[in-house]
C-alpha cells in the first residue's frame, strides 16, 4: 500500500483518530493515539516509540538482566514503521483506523526481538524455498458476567460465567446470547478479522472462534487482533474474556490450534496430487521437521507457567509428540480433505494463551526444517495417542525454556538474539512462579501443617 492509498482510505472512512500499536513478547498489543500530522511525518519517517515493551512482562515489570534494553541503555525509542497494508478501521470506535508498527534499531535493521518480524523472517524463508504458507487459527475462551474490578475484587474467585453447564455446539446458548454473537461476528469482519466458524465449547460461558485462513503474517495480525477485538467488544458489553490456557482446575483448558498448508503457485502442496496417499510426501517431511522440533520448542508455543495446566491426558490437549490422520489425540492432526485445498496440519499443541506470531514462526520453521533435512516422519498413531510410545513434551515451562535454551534448531532458524531474549523472559516468568504463594498453598497447609 502507497502513502496515497493510505490516504484516500483514511478519507473514504472519514478517519478522525488514528491508532499504532505493535505486539510485545508475550502478545500484548501497546500503541497509542497519534494526531494526523504525526502519522503523515510517520509514514515518511517512521516515530520513535519506547523499547521498554520488550524490556517488560505482561504486567509491565522491568526483566532483569535484559541485554535488549534496560538501565544499562535508558530505555532509549525504538525506530517504529507503520506497516500501511494493516490499516483497518474499528468499528467500535467511531472514525478511528488501526496500524500495526515493526521495530528497527539505530543501525535501521530489524529489531531482533520483535515477533512480527521474527514471523517475517521465517516466511521469507518459506518463499526462498518455493513456498507460501497458509495459516488459520481457532481460539476457544470464557466469557464472565464479571469485569476488570469485579474479578479484583473478587480475587478471581467465584466469578460468574456468562451462562451455566457444558453446552459445546449448543444452538439454545447462541441464540440466547446471539446480541453478543452478532456483535463479535460483525464487528471482527469490520474489522478485517472474518471468522469462518463460531460456536460454544463445552464448559460454562465457552466459545469458539475459527478465524479465516490467509497467508501466514497475515493470519498473525488477525489472530493476535482477535484476541483485542473480542476483549474490547466483551467490556462494552459489560463482560470479560479470558484467553489463559486452564482458568479452573475443573474444567477443559481452552486451545489455540494452529492450521497450516504450503503452497505453490496454484496449488496447496500439501495435497497429494499423484494420488498415492491421502497427504503429499512434502506434507510427511513438514509433520517430521515439526514432531522432531516439538519437544524443544514447546516453550515458544506454550508461553506461560500455566500453559502447562492444559497439558494433560484426556482433556483434548497432547502430552507426547504424536501425529495420526483426522486423530484429534496427537499433537498434530493431518486433515486430509475434504477438498485438495483444505489438507493441512493441526497443531494441536498450542494454547489460545500463544503469542500467535511466534507460534507461528516456531511450526513453521520446524516444517521447513524437516523438508531441508529430508526427515522421515513416523506411521501415524491410530487410536489414543495418551498411550502411544512417543518423545514426551516438557511438562513445566521451565522444562520447556531449559530445553529451547540449548536448541541448536531453534538458534540456526530464529536467531541467538531472539532465542536468548525470550529464554530470558520465559526464565524470569518461571521465577515468579516459584516466589508467589498460591491459594491452593494456603489452603493445604495453613492450617494442617
Known amino acids: 500500500m502507497t502513502p496515497e492509498d493510505a490516504e484516500f482510505l483514511l478519507s473514504q472512512h472519514n478517519i478522525t483518530h488514528i491508532k499504532v500499536g505493535g505486539f510485545d513478547i508475550d502478545g500484548v498489543l501497546r500503541g497509542k493515539y497519534i494526531s494526523r ?18 524490556g ?51 543501525e535501521g535493521q530489524p529489531l531482533g526481538v520483535s515477533p512480527r518480524q ?48 457444558m453446552f459445546g455446539y449448543s444452538v439454545l446458548r447462541t441464540g440466547v446470547f446471539s446480541e453478543l454473537a452478532h456483535s463479535i461476528l460483525e464487528g471482527l469482519r469490520a474489522f478485517d478479522v472474518e471468522l469462518e466458524g463460531f460456536h460454544t465449547e463445552t464448559g460454562p460461558g465457552v466459545y469458539e472462534a475459527a478465524i479465516k485462513y490467509d497467508c501466514a503474517l497475515r493470519a498473525a495480525d488477525k489472530a493476535a487482533l482477535f484476541k483485542t477485538g473480542v476483549k474490547q467488544i466483551a467490556a462494552r458489553s459489560g463482560l470479560l474474556a479470558t484467553f489463559m490456557a486452564k482458568c479452573n482446575a475443573s474444567l477443559p483448558g481452552c486451545s489455540g490450534h494452529l492450521h497450516e498448508s504450503l503452497w505453490g503457485k496454484e496449488r ?37 507457567v500455566n500453559s502447562y495446566k492444559r497439558l494433560v491426558p484426556g482433556l483434548w490437549a497432547p502430552t507426547n509428540a504424536t501425529w495420526g490422520i483426522d486423530n484429534r489425540t496427537t499433537a498434530l492432526r493431518a486433515i486430509p480433505g475434504p477438498s485438495p485445498s483444505a489438507v493441512r496440519i493441526e497443531y494441536r499443541l498450542a494454547g489460545a494463551d ?8 516456531a511450526t513453521l520453521a520446524a516444517g521447513l526444517y524437516g523438508i531441508e533435512h529430508g526427515l522421515e516422519a513416523p506411521e501415524p498413531v491410530h487410536g489414543n495417542a495418551y498411550e502411544a510410545e512417543a518423545p514426551p513434551l516438557p511438562r513445566s515451562l ?17 536467531g541467538d538474539e531472539f532465542v536468548d531474549h525470550y529464554v530470558l523472559t520465559r526464565e524470569w516468568e518461571v521465577r515468579q512462579h516459584q516466589r508467589a504463594v498460591t491459594d491452593w498453598e494456603l489452603e493445604r497447609y495453613f492450617e494442617i501443617i
Open 56 to 106: 517488560w512482562d505482561s504486567s509491565d515489570v522491568l526483566y532483569d538482566g535484559c541485554q535488549v534494553t534496560g538501565w544499562h541503555t535508558g530505555y532509549p525509542d525504538a525506530l517504529a514503521k507503520i506497516d500501511l497494508s494493516t490499516f483497518r478501521v474499528i468499528p467500535w470506535e467511531p472514525n478511528t483506523a488501526l496500524f500495526l508498527l515493526d521495530f528497527y534499531d539505530r
Open 398 to 414: 521451565q522444562e520447556a525454556t531449559a530445553l529451547l535454551k540449548q536448541s541448536a534448531a531453534a538458534r540456526e532458524l530464529l
Open 118 to 165: 521474527l514471523l517475517a523472517r521465517v516466511v521469507a524463508r518459506a518463499e526462498a524455498m518455493g513456498f507460501r504458507p497458509i495459516v488459520a487459527t481457532e481460539y476457544e475462551y470464557f466469557i464472565f458476567q464479571e469485569n476488570s474490578h469485579s474479578i479484583r475484587e473478587k480475587q478471581y474467585r467465584g466469578l460468574r460465567p456468562l451462562s451455566p453447564g
Open 268 to 304: 496447496n502442496l500439501f495435497h497429494d496430487a499423484a494420488g498415492h496417499g491421502e497427504i503429499s510426501p512434502l506434507m510427511r517431511h513438514y509433520i517430521a521437521g515439526q514432531l522432531a522440533l516439538m519437544p524443544e520448542f514447546t516453550a515458544l508455543v506454550c508461553p506461560t
Open 37 to 54: 500530522e504525526k502519522f503523515d511525518s510517520a509514514v515518511e519517517k517512521g516515530l520513535g516509540f519506547c523499547d521498554v515493551i520488550f
Open 354 to 361: 500463544i503469542n500467535p506470531y511466534i507460534a507461528i514462526a
